[in-house]
């Protein structure tokens, strides 16, 4: 029986470790130049765990489409589990109706049109801010550390719209971005248990697991303290938070004696905000800024167009985003060569199947190699350069709907926070293209800019994107 199952071609494994030794510190490269040799749909081994690694927009199709039912489900991990409460959140929730109320508010409650329209004013105030920062900066000659600045836009929006109010100016709010980028290190580790189960003494002698303990309490007395806050003081009328509606739903479903959503669901789901929802969205930005300043035509064409679209207004504000089409090809161009979670979420595979041919057994985690299908020659012309114009006169879009162009993933388990990020970004390149001409530092001229990538989960600029800003008038 088992012999005549046609699996997926696998590159050889070693004993015990099977692949694992052929995944690097940048694993969508490595795993990019495996599916080379071993093709779109490739079946390797992490310890005991079968991977299925998924590189063509067809195959990405099959599985996140037409099968995705079925590819539903997320594996259970140990730091995931730890860190949101025993996976109580929504992002690593088993496929299941607990996952499917929970999903269900953050698409309807807080990731909906109208309310992502509702924090407009926090966007607007947040993204003058930091133009005013710049432009202070400027006025004194000095560097701008424009990864910083836009790290804490993306930071200082989130808490603002998630917990009411900005950290950033405390000591509270230092600790609490240490942790942030503590939690997405940790969320990206590879822990050794979760797929040779009798060698994993070795998370906790290398000290993994105390460090995945101290961040999850860290984060839990934090929340807890902005849970207790939300339900000492009475915002009243402005504009409601996260945690209002969290505990407004929660309040609700006891009157109703609907089983309700406890404390630790709603702080998993504002953990899960924070981890999916801030980094990600500063490295869109930040990758875009490098790459107009690798590419000063692009820049000067966007500029044009931004600076038509304000005319003799102060402000470009969200009602002139719409008529930026270049800026919307940029923005594209962008998420598909610098996909922000390269290797987007692992899926897995609740039942047995069959995928283009082969045979997929239950259990099976998958992923999707969204980065290489970004930079797949048989997609994309020329796919290594930045040429936002490949999109100006098409419909391609990330949206889940066309798989040759996945950022945010597709399907059920695909981003909600796509409406969200979006004009947030588009927002902030704008105002910057807006206000200022760019440049490089002296230093940095004669180098060319450095556009390597950090390794981790989420790709970013290896080193901080300094530059020199000067006001257009
Ligand atoms: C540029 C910004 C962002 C990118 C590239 C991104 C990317 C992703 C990806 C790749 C997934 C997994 C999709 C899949 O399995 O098919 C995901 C899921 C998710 N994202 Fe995002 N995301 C971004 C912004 C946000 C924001 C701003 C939020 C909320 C504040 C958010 C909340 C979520 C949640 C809750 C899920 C889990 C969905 C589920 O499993 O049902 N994301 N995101």
């Not at 109703?256 to 500063?282: E, P, Q, R, V």
Request: glycine residues 6%; hydrophobic residues 40%.
């Amino acid at each position: 029986q088992q012999a005549k199952k046609r699996l997926p071609p696998s590159p050889k494994k070693l004993p015990v470790i099977g692949n694992l030794h052929q995944v690097g510190p940048s694993p969508h490269r490595s795993l990019q130049s495996l599916s080379t040799k071993h093709g779109p749909l490739m079946l390797l081994r992490f310890g005991r765990v079968p991977v299925l690694v998924v590189s063509s927009a067809d195959a990405a199709r099959e599985i996140m489409k037409n099968q995705d039912s079925i590819f539903s489900n997320r594996p259970k991990l140990a730091i995931p589990n730890r860190i949101f409460y025993g996976s109580k959140d929504v992002v690593f929730a088993p496929y299941g109706d607990y996952w499917r109320k929970m999903r269900g508010i953050c698409v309807n409650q807080l990731m909906s049109p109208k309310r992502v329209q509702s924090f407009r004013s926090v966007r607007e105030q947040e993204t003058c801010l930091m133009v005013e920062n710049i432009g202070r900066l400027s006025d004194s000659n000095s560097v701008v550390n424009l990864s910083d600045m836009l790290a804490l836009l993306a930071n200082d929006v989130l808490c603002r719209v998630a917990l009411g109010r900005k950290y950033s100016n405390s000591d509270k709010g230092k600790e609490f971005k240490n942790m942030l980028t503590e939690e997405v290190e940790m969320l990206g580790t590879f822990c050794v248990g979760d797929y040779i189960p009798w060698l994993a003494w070795i998370d906790r002698v290398s000290g993994l697991n105390g460090k995945v303990e101290k961040l999850a309490k860290w984060f839990d007395r934090f929340l807890e303290s902005v849970l207790e806050e939300h339900r000492s003081i009475d915002v009243g009328g402005t504009s409601k938070d996260f945690v209002d509606i969290l505990l407004e739903i929660q309040q609700e479903n006891e009157k109703d004696g609907i089983s309700t959503i406890g404390d630790d669901a709603i702080k998993a789901i504002l953990l899960n905000m924070f981890a999916d929802g801030t980094d990600t969205t500063y490295s869109v930005m930040e990758w875009t800024m490098a790459e107009l300043l690798k590419h000063p035509n692009t820049m000067e064409k966007l500029q044009k167009e931004v600076r038509e679209a304000a005319g003799n207004k102060e402000e470009i504000t969200e009602d002139d985003l719409e008529k930026l089409h270049y800026l919307k090809a940029v923005f594209k161009e962008s998420l598909r060569l610098h996909v922000p979670v390269p290797l987007l979420v692992t899926r897995e595979s609740t039942q047995d199947t069959k995928v283009m041919g082969y045979d997929v057994t239950a259990g099976t985690q998958v992923i999707v190699n969204a980065w290489s299908i970004g930079r797949d020659p048989l997609l994309w012309k020329n796919p290594e350069d930045f040429n936002p114009e490949r999109f100006l006169d098409n419909n391609i879009d990330f949206r889940g709907m066309h798989f040759e162009l996945i950022p945010f993933g597709a399907g059920r388990r695909g981003c909600p926070g796509i409406a969200y990020a979006t004009v947030l970004n588009e927002l902030a390149i704008a105002k910057l293209v807006h206000k200022f001409n760019f440049d490089l530092p002296d230093q940095a001229k004669k180098n060319d800019l450095d556009v390597s990538e950090s390794a981790g989960i989420t790709a970013h600029l290896k080193f901080p994107l300094l530059v020199v800003a000067t006001h257009y008038t």
